[in-house]
T-cell receptor
Framework: SQKIEQNSEALNIQEGKTATLTCNYT??????LQWYRQDPGRGPVFLLL?????KEKRKERLKVTFDTTLKQSLFHITASQPADSATYLC??????????????FGKGTKLSVKP | DAGVIQSPRHEVTEMGQEVTLRCKPI?????LFWYRQTMMRGLELLIY????????DSGMPEDRFSAKMPNASFSTLKIQPSEPRDSAVYFC??????????????FGPGTRLTVT
């Protein structure tokens, strides 16, 4: 069955540094991968989507890479700020129904940016 | 648009009672998803609908759980009878895919369920 691992439950960094979060997956070759942000007491919010034929995608201070050979995605936040503190979830296209586009989520990495 | 609306936001009930969670998806979205989130298991997909039709309910943990979508603007998730291990945050999400595969999901604020 599909397995998704975000290999850090928590990541603490200093303000201004680059945060790098990792998402690994096995037993599957998804057509795309998404990253979400979740704040305490709230639902996840979509950040970025990257397709299997894209190596890298950027949005403001965010950058996502997708290595289908390593079965890994890296999520970078440059010039991190305390407001970036949240839990970040990666999600892969699920196997249910093939083309319906449901998602399987990792457990998330809790990022804390210290001033 | 108000986004995905869920009610109630918090529910505390005693074991054995029936619990009904409600969701109003974003207007025009053709997919609706129900998730459960716990510290131990993370965010798990329970069931999802396309155009009001259940597509896959293999994530529903037991027969005590049921979900309906009587129309495009309303869905319910029912637990009967409830048990303490059902305590979790339940999220509803919707998306507009129209046959495409790459659309993001929009989540509601969740319902925090506590079964004592």
């Amino acid at each position: 069955s599909q397995k998704i691992e975000q290999n850090s439950e928590a990541l603490n960094i200093q303000e201004g540094k680059t945060a790098t979060l990792t998402c690994n997956y096995t037993n599957y070759s998804p057509a795309y991968l998404q990253w979400y942000r979740q704040d305490p007491g709230r639902g996840p919010v979509f950040l970025l989507l990257i397709r299997e034929n894209e190596k890298e995608k950027r949005k403001e201070r965010l950058k996502v890479t997708f290595d289908t050979t390593l079965k890994q995605s890296l999520f970078h936040i440059t010039a991190s700020q305390p407001a970036d503190s949240a839990t970040y979830l990666c999600a892969l296209e699920g196997l249910y129904g093939g083309s319906q586009g449901n998602l399987i989520f990792g457990k998330g990495t809790k990022l804390s940016v210290k001033p | 648009d108000a986004g995905v609306i869920q009610s109630p936001r918090h529910e505390v009930t005693e074991m054995g009672q029936e619990v009904t969670l409600r969701c109003k998806p974003i207007s025009g979205h053709d997919y609706l998803f129900w998730y459960r989130q716990t510290m131990m298991r993370g965010l798990e997909l329970l069931i999802y609908f396309n155009n009001n039709v259940p597509i896959d309910d293999s994530g529903m943990p037991e027969d005590r759980f049921s979900a309906k979508m009587p129309n495009a603007s309303f869905s319910t998730l029912k637990i009967q009878p409830s048990e303490p291990r059902d305590s979790a945050v339940y999220f509803c999400a919707s998306s507009s895919q129209g046959g495409r595969r790459f659309e993001e999901q929009y989540f509601g604020p969740g319902t925090r369920l506590t079964v004592t």
